[in-house]
């Protein structure tokens, strides 16, 4: 059974930052892609971020290129989102998926890409 975990969340300041974990159960890392995605409070769930471990292949949404950083580690089978210059408005809920195979471009970014999803981890950038 394919199961993700989220982790690092909490409480920043504008311009502070946080790295958040997505450990994956019952699955290679290197046969899937990984996307995370940010939901704002009343708000459609969002792509920002994507990998595909097996070559390297990354993407980022307009929104967070420069500032966020996703990686792989494969033996800990995790990915990190390592999430720099923090802005109010990316507060919310973040969430990592799994898909079998790779990920690329923007499809990468979109929800219905995905088939298994993480319970999430909350992000709150305020002073």
């Known amino acids: 059974e394919v199961q993700l975990v989220e982790s690092g969340g909490g409480l920043v300041q504008p311009g502070g930052s946080l790295r958040l974990s997505c450990v994956g159960s019952g699955f290679a890392l290197t046969d899937y892609g990984i996307g995370w995605f940010h939901q704002a409070p009343g708000k459609e769930r969002e792509g920002v971020s994507c990998?595909?471990?097996?070559?390297?292949?990354?993407y980022y949404a307009e929104s967070v290129k420069g500032r966020f950083t996703i990686s792989s580690d494969n033996a800990k089978n995790t990915v990190y989102l390592q999430m720099d210059n923090l802005k109010v408005d990316d507060t919310g809920v973040y969430y990592c998926?799994?898909?079998?195979?790779?990920?690329?471009?923007?499809?990468?970014?979109?929800?219905?890409?995905?088939?298994?999803w993480g319970q999430g981890t909350q992000v709150t950038v305020s002073s």
């Open positions: 998926a799994a898909v079998r195979g790779s990920v690329r471009s923007v499809f990468g970014l979109n929800t219905w890409t995905y088939d298994f």
């Open positions: 990998i595909t471990s097996r070559d390297d292949f990354t």
